[in-house]
C-alpha cells in the first residue's frame, strides 16, 4: 500500500547516489542546483506519480472519473438512486442523490481535501435544497492529514473511505469506524 517511507526511502537513495531524482512525469531535478521550490514541487509531483501507480496496482484504476463509475456501480447494486456530474452554480457535482452530495477524491493529500471542502460546500448551497455534504476517498486519509479531519468534521461534512468491495469506513470526529 502507499508508503511515504518508501518513497522517500527511494528519494533519498536516488539524490545520494546521483545528486538528482525524478519527478515521475518525465522531469529530472538536479538537487544541487534547483530552488528549494523547484525542489518541493518535483518531491509534490513524484508522490502524485506515486500514488497513482498504487491506485492502479490496487484497485485497478487511475483516475477519478474510474473511481466514479466503481462508486456509482456500487450505488446501483444497492439500489440508490443517483445523478453524476450534475451541474449547479457552484460547479459540476460528482454524484447526487436524494439526500447527499458527494465529492469523489482518489487523491488523498491535503490540497485534495480542501479543494474537496470548498466544493461539496458550494454545491450543497448552491443547489437549494439541504443535503448532506460527504467527500468520498479510495484510502483514508488519517496519516496525512490528521489535524484537518476533525475541522472538516466540524463543518458538518462526513467524511468516508470507500474500496470497489463496498467497504465503507466513517470519519468520527477523529477517528474512523
Known amino acids: 500500500m502507499f508508503s511515504y517511507g518508501k518513497l522517500h526511502g527511494e528519494l533519498y537513495d536516488e539524490i545520494m547516489s546521483t545528486g538528482k531524482f525524478s519527478t515521475g512525469d518525465g522531469e529530472v531535478i538536479d538537487f544541487k542546483v534547483a530552488t528549494p521550490k523547484e525542489i518541493e514541487d518535483g518531491i509534490s509531483r513524484r508522490e502524485r506519480s506515486y500514488r497513482k501507480d498504487v491506485r492502479q496496482q490496487v484497485w485497478g484504476f487511475q483516475t477519478e472519473t474510474q473511481f466514479e463509475d466503481a462508486f456509482c456501480l456500487w450505488l446501483s447494486e ?74 472538516v468534521h466540524a463543518l458538518g461534512i462526513e467524511i468516508l473511505e470507500w474500496t470497489p468491495d463496498g467497504n465503507i469506513h466513517q470519519f468520527k470526529g477523529d477517528s474512523a469506524e
Open 78 to 151: 444497492g439500489n440508490i438512486a443517483y445523478a453524476r456530474q450534475v451541474h449547479c452554480a457552484a460547479g459540476i457535482i460528482d454524484v447526487l442523490t436524494e439526500g447527499i452530495v458527494f465529492e469523489l477524491k482518489h487523491d488523498v493529500d491535503r490540497e485534495a481535501l480542501i479543494k474537496a471542502v470548498g466544493q461539496v460546500l458550494l454545491y450543497t448551497q448552491a443547489i437549494g435544497e439541504w443535503r448532506k455534504p460527504f467527500i468520498v476517498f479510495t484510502r483514508f486519509p488519517n496519516a496525512e492529514l490528521g489535524g484537518l479531519l476533525p475541522l
